[in-house]
Every structure is written in structure tokens, then in C-alpha cells.
């Protein structure tokens, strides 16, 4: 797991993670993790002491869900890096992109084709051939139609952002600016719903609990081979000793048996 280790000896460095060209802390998770209460997107908290969380703030959220940055940093960053850096995610999503650049210049086609009819609209309101009611209905139905492919063209080229990556990812991911490494990540994946904390007693109540993620992956292939490469270390078999370990311990602490070695 050299790839892991390499992208996990990177993100160690808080300062490269969390600062990058500049002394405020980032949040390249910001847009990414959603409530799993009311799915709204997680904002970025600060609480005492100064520890850093993602949270589904008040009176827009619910209140429900917060979770520290380091720890689902920690975390999710490696497997969605690694995956970036994966030869097989790149085809999954250079094969899609493929296909994006013909929807690309169907959308830029039809917006000029809006564009040219909204002008001759505006020219005809000009020289008093069309009624102000007309003009304000058929322009309004064309700006938004104008709006929308816009949108979706803007999602289009975010897809694109790990082509114009040059090299590795991980490489570059310390000197990329936030909307850089929020772009990397959205490429990857829609949105990742952050699950309510649940307290959890015995040894291993204090570590993260990575079946609080849901990963949203942009595309079938991807959550494919996040299985087939065993990307997730939630599916480690120590890790997962652990939580029987912690289940058990959390029913009847005095269990010694429970304990791992």
C-alpha cells in the first residue's frame, strides 16, 4: 500500500493540508459533506479551544451533525487522493469527459442560438414591432434557458479539473489553492453525507468513526474500484475486529475477553 502510505505522509503535514499560501485555515470539504438529518451542506465551525469542525449550523441547518476537520480530513482525504491518483479512476473519468465534450458543444451551440434570438427580441422591442409584456415573457424564458445550460456547463468543466492536474495529485496537492482541491474532489465524488454522532463507550470510543461517511461517488466505475482496491480502510479486517471489540466492550465493559490483545 505504497500509494496509501505516500498520500497519507502528505496530509500529515497540518500546515500543508490546512494552509496552503495562507495563515487561515482551509476547508477543501467545504460543498462536499451534507447532513445526514436534513441534508443541508456542512459549514465550517469553530468551537472552544479552537478546534476546527464541519457542522450543520443553525437556524439553515438543523444543528444535528458536526465533526472535526482533522479527524474526517484525516480520513477521507487520503482515499479520495489516492483514488485521483488511481490509473483506473483517470479512465473512468476520461471516458466520461469523452462523452461531455459532444454534450459541451450541444449546450454552447444552443446558447448562441439563444443568444442571436434574445437579440433580435430586444431589436424588435427597440423599433416598437413587439409589446413590452411579449418581450419581458419570451426574454425571460430564454435568459433562463441561457442560466441553466450555464450551470450545467460549469459542472461539466468541474469533471474536468484532474486533466489539468499535470502529474500526480498528491504531488500537487500542497501548493493548490482551496477551490484547486475542492474542484480535485468534486470530480470524484457529488457529496459525502456526514452521519449524527453516536457516543460510543469502551477502549476505542475516542477514534473516528468511518461508517459515519456515505460515500457519493461521481460514477459507477469509481465506487467499483474503490471495492476492488480496497481503498476504504473502514474494510480492514483489524479495523473491523475493533468495532466488534468496541460493541462488545460498550454492552458489558467488565468483558474482558472483548479486549484485543
Given amino acids: 500500500r505504497s500509494t496509501w502510505e505516500r498520500v497519507c505522509h502528505v496530509l500529515q503535514d497540518t500546515s500543508r493540508l490546512s494552509r496552503p499560501k495562507s495563515k487561515k485555515r482551509s476547508y477543501p470539504l467545504l460543498g462536499v459533506l451534507t447532513c445526514s438529518e436534513c441534508g443541508r451542506a456542512l459549514a465550517s465551525v469553530s468551537k472552544g ?30 482515499i479520495l487522493l489516492e483514488m485521483a491518483d488511481s490509473p483506473a479512476a483517470r479512465d473512468v473519468v476520461a471516458q466520461v469527459e469523452t462523452a461531455d465534450q459532444d454534450q459541451m458543444r450541444t449546450l454552447l451551440a444552443d446558447n448562441a442560438t439563444d443568444a442571436a ?22 426574454s425571460a424564458r430564454l435568459r433562463a434557458r441561457v442560466a441553466d445550460r450555464h450551470e450545467r456547463l460549469a459542472a461539466i468543466r468541474g469533471q474536468g ?19 484547486e482541491r475542492r474542484a480535485v474532489v468534486l470530480a470524484l465524488v457529488s457529496s459525502v453525507t456526514v452521519r449524527r ?12 468513526d468511518p461508517t459515519r461517511l456515505v460515500i457519493h461517488w461521481n460514477y459507477d466505475g469509481l465506487e467499483r474500484i474503490e471495492e476492488a482496491e480496497g481503498l476504504d480502510p473502514a474494510n480492514d ?8 471489540a468496541a460493541a462488545q466492550l460498550a454492552e458489558n465493559p467488565l468483558d474482558r475477553t472483548a479486549r484485543p490483545a
Fill in 117 to 138: 434570438t434574445l437579440e433580435r427580441l430586444t431589436d424588435d422591442y427597440a423599433d416598437n414591432i413587439m409589446d413590452r409584456e411579449t418581450y419581458r415573457r419570451q
Fill in 197 to 208: 454522532y453516536v457516543p460510543r463507550k469502551g477502549r476505542f470510543g475516542g477514534r473516528f
Fill in 161 to 179: 479539473a484532474l486533466g489539468q492536474v499535470s502529474g500526480s495529485v498528491v504531488a500537487a496537492w500542497a501548493d493548490m489553492s482551496n477551490d
Fill in 237 to 244: 479486517p483489524a479495523w473491523q475486529a475493533e468495532r466488534v
Fill in 49 to 78: 479551544g479552537g478546534t476546527s469542525h464541519y457542522g450543520c449550523r443553525k437556524p439553515a441547518g438543523c444543528g444535528a451533525v458536526f465533526v472535526k476537520c482533522e479527524a474526517v480530513e484525516g480520513y477521507l482525504l487520503p
